[in-house]
C-alpha cells in the first residue's frame, strides 16, 4: 500500500484558514460544508499559555474503519493507497461510515446525498502535485509526500522532527502528522 | 485550562455540533427487527415444542406478523437514506467486514423463510384466507410441502431469528468510534428485548389464558436477563478505557439519564415485570394488559436512547463549537 501522508508544522501555521478555502475553492465545496477545519488548542493557566493551531481533515487511515464498515464498498482506499474515497455512485446514504469515522471528518453532500469527505486532492496528486490546501499555505507549514520515498520531504521532517498524529489509541493508524 | 476553539467554521449537517446522523427512523428499524426476530422465533419454538393445544395464536397466527413489521422498519430504514436512489447498491456486493452489509442480506434471507414459516401452520391459523390460496395450483402445492416440513422449516427458521435480532446490536457495537455503543453485550441485550417485545405481542393478542400465562411467565424470565444484561453493558463501559468511562456518564448524570433510566428501565423494564409478578400470583388482573404495552415501549426505549447515547459519545471534543447564530451579532446585521 503506498502511504501518502500530510505534515503539518505546528510551530508555523498561524491559523490564517487558507487551507480551508483553497479546499472549498478547489472542490467546489457547497456553503455550509467544510472538508477540513482549523483547531485551536489553548492549554496552560493565565499568563503562562501555549496555543496550538491544527489544520485538520480526514486523517486517511491506513486501517480505516470507514472502510471496514460501509456495506457497499463505496467507502474504498484509491489505488491500493491510504488515501480514503468514497464513491458517490456506490453510496447508499446510509451514514455508516459517519458513525465508524472517530474524527468526525465525513459529510453528507448536499443536495445529492451521497458521503463526502476530504480526498487528499486525489485528483491533484495522480498529476504529482500537492492538495490545494498544501499548495495554497502562506506559512509553508503544511508538507505532503509519500513515505515510501525515503528522500521525500516528509519522510526527512518525521525523522529530523519530534511529531504526533490524532487519537492514535483508536488502532485507525491516521496518515495527518503533526509537528510540535 | 485546556481548550479546543474551531475557529474556522465547521457547522456541517448532522455532524455538528454534534452527531445526530440516524434519528427515530432507524430507532424504529431496530426495534422492528428485533420484534420481527421474536415473533419468527416464538412461532418456530412452539411448532418445534408441540404447544399448539397450549399456545394456538403463538403456534399458527403469529407468523403472519413477522414480515408485516419487517416490512414496517425497512420502510422507516429506506426513509433514513441520504441517496435513496442508491439503495440497490445493498445488493450489488457483499462486504464481509460490515454488519451492516450482512444485515441486508439476512433481510433477503428472512423474507422468504417467514412466507413458507407463514404458509406451514396458514391453514389451520388462517382457514378463510388460505382457501384462497388453495385456488392456485403452484401455491396450494407449496402450502402442502410446508405443512408436511412444518417442523423442519421451524428448525430452519430459529438461526435466522436469532441472527435477525442478534445483528442489529452488533451493527451499533462494531462502531469503536462511538464508545458508548462498544460492548459486545450489546447483541446479546438487543436480541432479547426483541424476544421480550415479541412475547409482550402474544400476551396482547392471544386470546386463550393458558398462552397468556405462558408467555407472561416467558416475559418475566426474558425481562430479568435483560436487566442482567444491562448491569454487564454498564460493568463493561466503567471497566473500559477513558472514552468508555465518558460514555457511561451519559445516561450517569448525563443528557440521556432521565431517557434511559426512566423511559427504558423503570417504564420499560421494571414496572412491566412488577405488573406480571402480580398476575403470576393472582393478585392484580386489572392491570393485565398495561404490562405488555409498557414492554413494548420499552423495547423501542431501549433502541432510541441508545441510538441518541451512541452518538453523544465520542473520541472528538471541541470545547467550543462554531455557531450560525454568532453571525448575527456582526456589526451591520441586524
Known amino acids: 500500500m503506498t502511504r501518502f501522508v500530510m505534515v503539518i508544522d505546528t510551530r508555523t501555521c498561524i491559523g490564517c484558514g487558507d487551507c480551508v478555502v483553497a479546499c472549498k475553492t478547489e472542490n467546489k465545496v457547497p456553503d455550509g460544508l467544510n472538508r477540513d477545519w482549523i483547531v485551536e488548542a489553548t492549554r496552560g493557566t493565565y499568563p503562562d499559555l501555549k496555543t496550538e493551531f491544527r489544520s485538520e481533515r480526514c486523517n486517511h487511515c491506513s486501517n480505516a474503519t470507514c472502510v471496514t464498515l460501509c456495506p457497499t464498498g463505496a467507502s474504498h482506499h484509491w489505488n491500493d493507497s491510504n488515501i480514503v474515497l468514497v464513491e458517490p455512485e456506490k453510496c447508499t446514504g446510509c451514514k455508516a461510515c459517519i458513525a465508524a469515522c472517530p474524527y468526525d471528518a465525513r459529510l453528507v453532500m448536499h443536495p445529492d446525498g451521497y458521503v463526502d469527505k476530504c480526498t487528499f486532492c486525489h485528483h491533484r496528486v495522480a498529476r504529482g502535485l500537492d492538495p490545494a490546501c498544501v499548495s495554497s499555505c502562506p506559512t ?4 505532503f509526500g509519500s513515505l515510501d520515498d525515503p528522500h521525500s520531504e516528509v519522510n526527512h521532517l518525521l525523522k529530523t522532527r ?19 | ?25 432507524v430507532a424504529m428499524y431496530l426495534f422492528m427487527g428485533g420484534l420481527t426476530a421474536g415473533i419468527m422465533f416464538f412461532a418456530a419454538l412452539m411448532t418445534v415444542r408441540d404447544k399448539e393445544h397450549i399456545a394456538p395464536f403463538a403456534a399458527t397466527r403469529l407468523a403472519l406478523l413477522a414480515p408485516i413489521a419487517l416490512s414496517i422498519g425497512m420502510t422507516t430504514l429506506f426513509l433514513d437514506l441520504e441517496h435513496k436512489l442508491f439503495v440497490y447498491r445493498f445488493y450489488t456486493s457483499f462486504q464481509i467486514t460490515s454488519p451492516m452489509s450482512w444485515g441486508a442480506w439476512i433481510l433477503i434471507v428472512v423474507y422468504p423463510i417467514s412466507v413458507l414459516q407463514i404458509l406451514s401452520t396458514f391453514r389451520s391459523g388462517y382457514p378463510f384466507f388460505a382457501s384462497f390460496v388453495d385456488k392456485l395450483k403452484p401455491a396450494r402445492l407449496l402450502m402442502d410441502w410446508c405443512e408436511r416440513n412444518r417442523v423442519t422449516i421451524a428448525y430452519a427458521v430459529i438461526p435466522f431469528a436469532v441472527a435477525l435480532g442478534i445483528y442489529t446490536g452488533i451493527l451499533l457495537s462494531a462502531f469503536g468510534a462511538r464508545p458508548f455503543w462498544n460492548s459486545g453485550v450489546l447483541g446479546l441485550l438487543f436480541l432479547v428485548s426483541g424476544l421480550s417485545t415479541a412475547a409482550a405481542l402474544v400476551v396482547l393478542i392471544a386470546r386463550q389464558k393458558t398462552e397468556k400465562e405462558l408467555f407472561t411467565g416467558l416475559d418475566f424470565v426474558l425481562i430479568l436477563s435483560e436487566i442482567a444484561l444491562i448491569a454487564l453493558v454498564i460493568i463493561s463501559l466503567a471497566s473500559g478505557s477513558g472514552q468508555h468511562i465518558d460514555a457511561l456518564q451519559i445516561i450517569m448524570g448525563g443528557p440521556y439519564t432521565f431517557q434511559f433510566w426512566v423511559m427504558f428501565f423503570c417504564i420499560g423494564l421494571v414496572i412491566p415485570m ?9 393478585i392484580s388482573k386489572s392491570l393485565a394488559m398495561l404490562a405488555p404495552v409498557l414492554v413494548l415501549v420499552g423495547g423501542y426505549a431501549l433502541r432510541q436512547v441508545v441510538l441518541d447515547a451512541g452518538q453523544e459519545s465520542t473520541w472528538t471534543h471541541y470545547e467550543t463549537q462554531y455557531s450560525p447564530e454568532l453571525l448575527q451579532r456582526l456589526p451591520g446585521k441586524d
Open chain 1, 162 to 180: 519530534d511529531y504526533k498524529v490524532l487519537k492514535p489509541e483508536t488502532g485507525n493508524d491516521p496518515n495527518v502528522y503533526y509537528l510540535i
Open chain 1, 140 to 143: 509553508g507549514c503544511m508538507h
Open chain 2, 274 to 282: 412488577l405488573l406480571e409478578i402480580l398476575e403470576m400470583a393472582g
Open chain 2, 1 to 25: 485550562m485546556s481548550e479546543e476553539l474551531l475557529v474556522t467554521a465547521r457547522d456541517n449537517a448532522l455532524i455538528d455540533p454534534s452527531l445526530h446522523i440516524w434519528t427515530w427512523e
